[in-house]
């Protein structure tokens, strides 16, 4: 008995440097996150932009919901006509341009490279070369497309005009669609590699002897794919999406750097959210209010994919467990 | 008969082996072909540039080379961006994971109330992207006269959720607690035992942080091209953006090269360390 006291005192007096080792971490949180997280969230409510004329900054004062009611809804009075909304969409379109093809080719690529029938030797190197693109600077990469696709001398004009595939160069950074294809598919290319490695590890880490059972039960391999692989590769598909969807809500770099003005050309349709925030706050009227606002809406779509991403990746297995054990406990008690 | 169906299926492997390896070379050129038309188009003319396609490199690299040094000389000098960039990469890598382990093991070798919270907490804000607080972020670091300084790129540095989560999922399988008891017993400050016993003991997972954390502020150019503001504080991904603007645009054969510049540095270390940024990367490591 004695024993167990002094025990229990050592482990409460050591348990205090928990504490001081959590320490450093939440407080540079606080002052470096939570607070500009806070202040951004209270700017939102509040009128405050700069006077061009004078230079001189207006606010913040509070205006409640203003800011609010300019991004929701158009100057003509019509609902979500507006260019958050166009920002929004403009995003999220780009995002689902390159995730789709990233999925499915990091998917066969995964599949192939753990085929143990069909060995594929160098993919070592494959590897390495695949993935590359991912931690150059995407910064660099952006402006090297802005020369590629340059007009009318860039490389692929020349490519296309002096092979005679073409008779006139394209202004590629000045079409629509164009310019969206060109931002998703640097988005796709730099980030197949990187998804690429994390399904292989994910196929991997799945049991080999439900893949011999599948075998000695003469599944195909497509059978072996879509009831084995697949359903067990579900969840770390799903969080691939779900980060990946995050992280393509707040895509700059590559929009910023690689359209002709810089501001999202042509027209503004490849103009993405952050962009968007960064243009009301530093440009012009320097509008921090409304680009609070903008964030606020941006931060509320990224916290619903994270809640997305918690309920996917939550562990069901326990739940059950819970749930089970309560029907018992219920049961017994019914029985008493 | 069975001879036959044998040799029928080693036929049939052989085709597929041929024609994944041919898709995946496909995919390894595509890899490499901008980079090579960058690096073939920093060793020709402007006017060579401007006037055909080509894929086999010329000898007026260190022409272009000299050209951009002079051109990035009118200003700053092109060393400059890199010591930029390296100071805060460097000094934001050694916070970010020291931190970060030591918040780890905060979690990991002690019990105490909220431990579970505070991990819990921890996986929930890296869900959120830095990018939705920038303007809060911006406003209070020109409050505390902090603008156009590296401070507010390199401390936050030491709140690097994602890098406390790797180091704990690895500190759950190479950190025995036993040895943290036996070196309480033989009488070793708890900081102590943490810098000198468990530190040496995640080496693995420090060196694979240390690359993803230098490599991820070597790149980043939001934070720094919206704070910094003096041409001399500038970091090498905000002289990329410049390179598009008029001082550079009269000459494509500088642009090219001032590209190769940049890349070069990550190029390197990656060809040299490739083997474990991607065994890092299957660990879930990165996160970005």
């Known amino acids: 008995m004695a024993k167990s006291k002094s025990n229990k005192r050592k482990t409460v007096e050591y348990g205090r440097y928990g504490y001081y080792f959590i320490a450093p971490f939440f407080i540079v949180f606080a002052i470096f996150q939570l607070w500009p997280l806070v202040y951004t969230l209270g700017l939102a409510f509040c009128e405050n932009y700069t006077d061009t004329m004078w230079n001189v900054e207006v606010g913040p004062t509070f205006n409640g919901l203003q800011n609010f009611s300019t991004i929701f809804v158009g100057s003509d009075g019509s609902l979500f006509d507006t260019y958050t909304f166009r920002a929004l969409g403009a995003t999220l379109i780009m995002w689902l341009m390159n995730f789709l093809p990233q999925i499915l080719l990091a998917l066969l690529l995964a599949v192939w490279f753990t085929d143990t029938r069909v060995k594929i030797k160098a993919q070592g190197a494959y590897k390495i070369l695949v993935f590359m693109p991912n931690i150059i600077t995407a910064a660099t990469i952006s402006v090297l497309f802005y020369k590629l696709f340059d007009y009318p001398n860039g490389p692929i004009n020349q490519l296309f005009v002096n092979s005679g595939l073409w008779d006139k160069p394209y202004q590629f950074l000045n079409t629509k669609w164009a310019t969206r294809s060109i931002i998703s598919f640097i988005n796709f290319w730099m980030w197949y590699g990187n998804t690429m490695i994390v399904l292989t590890a994910g196929v991997l880490g799945i049991s080999p002897s439900l893949f011999e059972a599948a075998r000695v039960d003469g599944a195909t391999s497509w059978q072996i794919f879509k009831s084995v692989t697949l359903p067990l590769l579900r969840p770390i598909m799903l969080f691939s999406l779900v980060n990946s969807a995050i992280g393509g809500l707040q895509m700059y770099d590559i929009p910023k750097l690689l359209t002709t003005s810089g501001f999202g050309d042509p027209d503004y349709t490849t103009r993405t959210m952050t962009m968007y925030i960064r243009e009301l706050a530093f440009t012009g009227a320097r509008q921090m209010g409304k680009a609070s606002a903008v964030s606020l809406v941006l931060f509320v779509v990224t916290l619903f994919f994270s809640l997305a991403l918690f309920y996917i990746m939550r562990d069901k297995d326990a739940i059950r467990e819970k749930k089970a054990i309560k029907a018992a406990q219920k049961a017994r008690k019914g029985a008493n | ?288």
Not at chain 2, 32 to 59: C, E, G, K, Y
Not at chain 2, 84 to 113: C, D, E, P, Q
């Open chain 2, 1 to 288: 008969m069975n001879k036959e169906k044998d040799g029928g299926l080693h036929a049939s492997i052989m085709i597929q082996q041929i024609i994944r390896n041919a898709i995946c070379i496909f995919l390894c050129i595509l890899s490499l072909i901008p980079f090579w038309i960058m690096i073939v188009n920093a060793t020709r003319t402007s006017v060579d540039i401007q006037s055909s396609f080509s894929l086999i490199p010329s000898h007026y690299l260190m022409e272009n080379w000299q050209k951009l040094l002079y051109q990035a000389s009118q200003n700053v000098p092109l060393w400059r961006y890199m010591v930029n960039s390296l100071i805060i990469a460097g000094g934001s890598t050694v916070l970010s994971v020291y931190f970060s382990t030591m918040t780890a093991y905060g979690v990991t070798a002690y019990k105490f109330r909220g431990a579970s919270f505070a991990w819990a907490f921890i996986m929930a804000i890296m869900m959120i992207p830095v990018q939705v607080s920038s303007i809060g972020f911006f406003r209070f670091m020109y409050q505390i006269g902090w603008g156009n300084n590296y401070m507010p790129l390199i401390i936050p540095a030491i709140a690097a959720p994602a890098t406390v989560f790797f180091m704990r999922q690895y500190m759950i399988s190479a950190l025995p607690l036993e040895i943290l008891d036996s070196a309480r017993i033989d009488g070793s400050g708890e900081f102590r035992t943490f810098n000198t016993i468990a530190v040496p003991l995640m080496k693995p997972a420090i060196a694979t942080q240390c690359i993803f954390a230098f490599i991820g502020s070597w790149n980043n150019f939001y934070t720094p091209s919206m704070l910094l503001t003096s041409q001399a504080k500038m970091t090498l991904p905000m002289f990329v953006q410049q390179m598009r603007g008029e001082r550079f645009r009269s000459d494509h054969g500088i642009i090219y090269v001032g590209l190769v510049v940049t890349i070069m540095p990550i190029f390197i270390v990656y060809f040299l360390l490739s083997k474990y940024i991607i065994a890092g990367v299957a660990l879930g490591g990165v996160k970005e």
